[in-house]
């Protein structure tokens, strides 16, 4: 079965400090990656799908088909970045999506 | 356009209560679907449909229906509210273009207490 699986409930960083997401995925077919974010009062709403292979805000990710993988990272975090992060699973010819758990990131001043 | 809308924002029943949530879109979308959200669970599909007239059931679709007469409507029936269905729901859109189908866009949220 697909599964999506985020391990850190909560990250929390220092201003202009790295920052990584992590993301694992279980699935047979070829998957399509997206990642969503939420931010304070607003809509979920997608920051960037594997298949653009676009920086948005500064982020970027990279599938790893070897280890399942599609972390989030940006170098140098910002407090604006603070927000519910999802990574999500799109099955294979369907519009369906699997979502992780999230995770909480928050960024100090 | 105003995207994807959501009625109520809040509401509160009782256990036994049946009540529809409302979602409606203006984009045209052929997709449409239900999700909920439960801390430390993500968001979970109730139920979708790709066009008027089809749907179907999610990873969670017990308790709830759904219908889609139009493409700009999707309503989410509870039948009998359970306090497990405290949550909030999200609707959401999509569309197909490009051989692919595209980024979905959700709306605002409701949020859902039984008692």
């Known amino acids: 079965a697909q599964r999506v699986t985020q391990p850190e409930k909560l990250l929390s960083v220092f201003k202009g400090a790295p920052v990584e997401l992590k993301c694992n995925y279980s699935?047979?077919?070829?998957?399509?990656l997206f990642w969503y974010v939420q931010y304070s009062r607003q809509r979920l709403q997608l920051l960037l799908r594997?298949?653009s292979r676009e920086s948005i805000k500064g982020f970027t990710a990279d599938l790893n088909k070897g280890e399942t993988s599609f972390h989030l990272k940006k170098p140098f975090a910002q407090e604006e970045d603070s927000a519910m992060y999802y990574c999500?699973?799109?099955?294979?010819?369907?519009?369906?999506?699997?979502f992780g758990q999230g995770t909480r990131l928050t960024i100090n001043p | 356009n105003a995207g994807v809308t959501q009625t109520p924002k809040f509401q509160v029943l009782k256990t036994g209560q049946s009540m529809t949530l409302q979602c409606a879109q203006d984009?045209?979308?052929?997709?449409m679907s239900w999700y909920r959200q439960d801390p430390g669970m993500g968001l979970r599909l109730i139920h979708y449909?790709?066009?008027?007239?089809?749907?179907d059931q999610g990873e969670v679709p017990n308790g709830y229906n759904v219908s889609r007469s139009t493409t700009e409507d999707f309503p989410l029936r509870l039948l009998s509210a359970a306090p497990s269905q405290t949550s909030v729901y999200f609707c959401?859109?999509?569309?197909?273009?490009?051989?692919?189908?595209?980024?979905?866009?959700f709306g605002p949220g409701t949020r859902l207490t039984v008692l």
């Open positions: 999500a699973l799109q099955i294979q010819g369907a519009q369906k999506l699997v």
């Open positions: 699935y047979s077919g070829s998957p399509e």
């Open positions: 959401a859109s999509s569309y197909f273009s490009g051989g692919a189908w595209n980024e979905q866009f």
């Open positions: 594997h298949i």
């Open positions: 449909s790709v066009g008027a007239g089809i749907t």
């Open positions: 984009m045209n979308h052929e997709y």
